[in-house]
């Protein structure tokens, strides 16, 4: 549901109730880059990434879809490590960002919660393992 709702041709409108409930109420998104060679975060809660980059989606068409996925879990706590790769369009072949997502969630009994999604781009420097790519 993650990388569905915030996919959608340029011109489509994204369900971002939908994308707010998937979170705690406390929830992170922090992306990271490395800027001059240290990395650097930003630190976001879901309504200041819909803020930031809601428009920008739903303007220029974004599609990510997942390449691998490792789970790990023990008791309440779940570690997702989701690597995906990022399209303009659904008919794109060739992604024009890959990165990996370490997604923490945790299953109240009732359903998922996003506790946080930490994640990093591709890069020269950093370019995806092996291990994380089909």
């Known amino acids: ?3 569905e709702v915030i996919s959608g041709d340029a011109g489509a409108k994204r369900d971002w109730d939908l994308f707010k409930y998937l979170f705690v109420e406390e929830a992170k998104l922090i992306p990271t880059r490395i800027e001059e060679g240290k990395p650097t975060l930003t630190f976001l809660t879901p309504t200041d990434y819909v803020e930031r980059s809601g428009a920008w989606l739903e303007e220029n068409g974004f599609f990510e879809k997942e390449i691998t996925r490792k789970v790990e879990t023990f008791g309440t706590v779940t570690h997702v490590f989701s690597t995906y790769a990022s399209f303009r369009t659904s008919k794109d072949t060739e992604p024009f960002a890959r990165g990996i997502n370490s997604i923490q969630l945790m299953n109240d009994g009732h359903r998922w919660w996003i506790i946080s999604i930490y ?6 420097e950093h370019q995806l393992p092996s291990s994380y790519l089909k």
């Open 119 to 124: 994640w990093l781009n591709e890069s020269e």
């Open 1 to 3: 549901t993650l990388y």
